[in-house]
């Protein structure tokens, strides 16, 4: 077995050398409202990075921030060295760079579900049709839904279409995929079927940033957990550290409440 290189962060937690996504100084305002205060993040290539924190905390906004659905206002986010183009063509293949899964699905509702996953490859990556259909044949049958792929997605149960939501990211070949609270909106039996392809998707070495209130998932799969309250990063630690050693009232008293 090869030997991953590995560098010590401040607080002694290995992890990759490679950077990926680089947030430094990032600070964005609602109006009045300082919802991402001095944000330095790193996450290294093949990093998975669980972000936990109270609602109102700016999880989704960070996320938002990281494929720029959201502006910012001071710092610099870069990706694979490169920083975020502010718009235009440059700005489309950055987002295809960066997957993202959303609470609500998101699917186009009046196209079938092989649509759904072929659409970005032909619009975004001028991939031929015959070629994007292949591709999306062969996700859908890794998220286990290839049955489903001539369905409209309100044919399909919560769980079914989640994992359409996945492949249809993964087609894009992102270098990094957010997921922002990917099983908050599924009826529980249907969140193990999710968080399962999202487990799958960790070993095998994909970048994630995922904000999730599953703490078992982010005790299994997790690299690294980022915990936010008030638009900053209060702490972040390896799952062990941080579950049993927070450091934070802000973080005691969070975990108090969930665990
Ligand atoms: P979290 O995902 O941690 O619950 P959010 O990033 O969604 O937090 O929101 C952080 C804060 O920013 C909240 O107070 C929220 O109401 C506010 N906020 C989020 N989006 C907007 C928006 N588009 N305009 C104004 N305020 C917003
Ligand atoms: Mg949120």
Redesign the pocket.
Known sequence: MSEVAVSKDPEGSPRPLEDLVVLTGVNKH??A?H?LQDIDLTIGRGEVVVVI??????????C?TINRL?TIDAGTITIDGKPLPAEGRELARLRSDVGMVFQSFNLFAHKTVLENVMLGQIKVRGTAKAEAETKARALLERVGVAAQADKYPAQLSGGQQQRVAIARALAMDPKVMLF??PTSALDPEMINEVLEVMQQLAREGMTMVV?THEMGFARSAADRVVF?AD?RIVEQATPEDFFSNPRSDRAKDFLSKIL
Request: hydrophobic share 30%.
């Open positions: 609602f109006g409202l919802v924190g109270p609602s109102g905390s700016g999880k989704s906004t960070l938002r959201e922002d609270e904000v936010m638009g």
